[in-house]
Nanobody, 122 residues
Framework: VQLQASGGGLVQAGGSLRLSCVAS????????MGWYRQAPGKKRDMVAT???????RYADFVKGRFAISRDNTKNAVYLQMDNLEPEDSGVYYC?????????????????WGQGTLVTVSS
């Protein structure tokens, strides 16, 4: 199982970015997908998550600026980020809690993507 994240980049304050993450492999089901971020020297924080069938959580610092969505047909999760601030800079990681086929059985575990860098200039 792999999570491939993309969409990061450099943007000016007030701009927008859209992150994408696709899970691949012998996936049986996905209970939750989400985004976390980590700034240099800081701990990794939850940004937004969506749990099947549709419960969504946002961090307080999102303040209505970000929107998470999920496409179950593609095992994908997206994060639309608007009105970005310099404090939003960091590496954004995709995360998924899922059940996959190990061949002999099914196993539930959580997975992380490789991270995508978001830099917001002032």
């Amino acid at each position: 199982v792999q999570l491939q994240a993309s969409g990061g980049g450099l943007v000016q304050a007030g701009g927008s970015l859209r992150l994408s993450c696709v899970a691949s492999g012998s996936i049986f089901s996905i209970s939750e997908m989400g985004w976390y971020r980590q700034a240099p020297g800081k701990k990794r924080d939850m940004v937004a998550t969506v749990r099947h069938p549709g419960t969504i959580r946002y961090a307080d610092f999102v303040k209505g600026r970000f929107a998470i969505s999920r496409d179950n047909t593609k095992n994908a999760v997206y994060l639309q980020m608007d009105n970005l601030e310099p404090e939003d800079s960091g590496v954004y990681y995709c995360h998924a809690d899922l059940t996959y086929d190990r061949g002999s059985d099914y196993y539930t575990d959580d997975f992380w993507g490789q991270g995508t860098l978001v830099t917001v200039s002032s």
